[in-house]
């Protein structure tokens, strides 16, 4: 082995580089990006989670001084993490909580100050509680805990109080049960732009899509068979991974599994329009590679799949909502864990939807025929 002629080698590689001014950028570029998302996603604690306070108690009189343990509790309710609204009735609060308005409702009974005082009976504050989420309902319980003792440490008094937990969905939810969904859409939306986005770029670097281009084929026409072809094998893949989460993991599926498929669908749909719209950036596959940081990355960090979207910072918090597979995923959590079906969810069917139009669109117009 010589070594001038591996230089020689090294030295057409950097020259190469030196040619195509995208490489060097993304090669830097990509790592800062990822490190950024990490960083600052997973950065925050869970915060403005709407919940409801139905507080009934009367409040006692104790050596002439009157009191009020509910209010004292409440008071004491951290107002960063929970976002607090008040109601009359218990029945309306669980049916917000039943809706998804709120995620849970802290009722307290009409005599509870003078139960806890005068230990007539135990205090008992009732929490109804969406379970759906539990990186998100576990820090609600663990907060209204936190208020209560620290209630009953300021009057030294070490009254029986508990918490009668009324959990309206995934009582029985395990991990997985809340985990499968994301990592159904994510996969979904993964595998359907990688193979989308390597195949498109293929056909241009073959020619075969300047080939299909001078055919009577219109623009419309070749961008819906791709959406047909990539939609059909990306629900495909998920009806195959639910299979395999119901009968080998014992995914728990409370609502239409067919609704769940809808959703899905419609997310193939819209990853590989964003594919093909990403091919038309990309000269060759090496190229198209490097542009999945800044589609996965986000996805995977930011979509709800892993993190709760209550725990991203508020001021990145909306770009969650620009990213498709966050509808994806809340829809299939509704769909599987709540029960849900399209009446509930419609307003992720939109947002899918209109994600697909616009980037078939995009697409569409990025392939216009060449002079």
């Known amino acids: 082995m010589k ?9 057409r590689v950097f020259r190469d580089l030196k040619n195509d001014r995208r490489t060097p950028a993304l090669m830097f570029l990509a790592p800062l990006f ?16 709407p919940v409801i306070v139905v507080n009934a108690d009367e409040g006692s009189t104790a050596q002439g001084v009157w009191i009020s343990l509910s209010e004292e509790i409440i008071s004491q309710l951290d107002r960063q993490m929970l976002d607090i609204t008040t109601l009359k009735s218990a029945d309306e609060a669980r049916n917000d909580v039943e809706h ?7 009722v307290f009974p009409e005599h509870f100050t003078q139960e806890v005082i005068t230990a007539s009976f135990p205090g008992e504050i009732q929490v109804i509680i969406d379970r759906s989420n539990p990186n998100v309902a576990n820090p609600v319980l663990k907060s209204i805990t936190a208020a209560m003792t620290g209630t009953m440490q300021e009057i030294g008094q070490e009254a ?3 918490i009668h937990e009324d959990s309206i969905f995934g009582k029985n939810a395990s991990f997985m049960d809340y985990f499968f969904p994301g990592i159904l859409s994510f996969v979904a939306y993964l595998l359907t732009i990688l193979l989308t986005l390597i195949t498109f770029v293929g056909e241009r670097v073959s020619g075969t899509l300047d080939r299909l281009l001078a055919t009577p084929l219109r623009e419309s026409e070749i961008v819906t068979g791709y959406a047909l072809a990539f939609g059909l094998l990306g629900t ?15 995914v728990t599926v409370v609502g239409n599994v067919a609704v769940a498929f809808v959703v899905i669908a419609l997310l193939a749909v819209v990853s590989q329009s964003l594919g093909i719209l990403l091919s038309g950036l990309a000269k060759r596959e090496v190229q198209a590679i490097q542009f999945f940081p800044f589609v996965v990355l986000p996805a995977f960090l930011l979509s709800g799949i892993f ?7 508020s001021w990145l918090r909306p770009a969650s909502y620009m990213i498709p597979p966050t509808y994806a995923v809340d829809a299939c959590r509704d769909v599987m864990l709540r029960g849900w079906g399209l009446e509930k969810i419609w307003i992720d069917i939109v947002a899918l939807v209109g994600f697909a139009s616009l980037f078939l669109m ?3 117009l990025s392939l216009r025929r060449r002079d």
Do not use: H, N
């Not at 998302?37 to 915060?47: H, R, T």
């Not at 993190?307 to 910072?313: N, S, Y």
């Open 160 to 162: 029986p109080i508990t």
């Open 3 to 11: 070594i001038y002629r591996c230089l020689a080698v090294t030295k």
């Open 236 to 250: 495909l893949q998920s009806a195959f991974l639910l299979t395999v989460g119901v009968l080998v993991f014992k």
């Open 362 to 364: 995009i697409a569409v």
């Open 34 to 49: 990822a490190m950024f998302v990490f960083g600052v996603a997973f950065s925050g604690d869970v915060k403005d989670v």
């Open 100 to 106: 998804g308005r709120a995620l849970a409702a802290i």
């Open 307 to 313: 993190w709760p979207i209550e725990a991203i910072p």
